[in-house]
């Protein structure tokens, strides 16, 4: 079992930035993939950024609608994963989701991030 909690969530103006954290604990041995997902209200749960560790390193890939904006890392020693978000705007109002192992995988509890000037 792994458990995530995230962190870092609130409100903010359009423009402005916010860094999400999600700690992670437990059995986290190969776990290669981590994400961030976001659920807004009355839409399913999407995809915004996900980091696949392998023998090579790390890729990321993102959502069409964060690229540019938002950036995914990962601290492997201490079990931290970020989502650094950018010039934020009223449409990534959600709550945002920490992710590992994929969509079958293990959930945070969920971190709100409200965009509203």
């Known amino acids: 079992q792994v458990q995530l909690v995230e962190s870092g969530g609130g409100l903010v103006q359009p423009g402005g930035s916010l860094r999400l954290s999600c700690a992670a604990s437990g059995f986290i041995v190969g776990f290669y993939v981590r994400g961030w997902y976001r659920q807004a209200p009355g839409k399913q749960r999407e995809l915004v950024a996900v980091?696949?560790?392998?023998?090579?390193?790390?890729?990321?890939r993102y959502a069409d609608s964060v690229k540019g904006r938002f950036t995914i890392s990962g601290d492997n020693a201490e079990n931290m994963l970020y989502l650094q978000m950018n010039s934020l705007k009223l449409e990534d109002t959600a709550v945002y989701y920490c992710?590992?192992?994929?969509?079958?995988?293990?959930w945070g509890q969920g971190t709100q991030v409200t965009v509203s000037s």
């Open positions: 980091i696949t560790s392998g023998v090579t390193g790390d890729n990321t």
């Open positions: 992710n590992y192992g994929g969509f079958s995988g293990s």
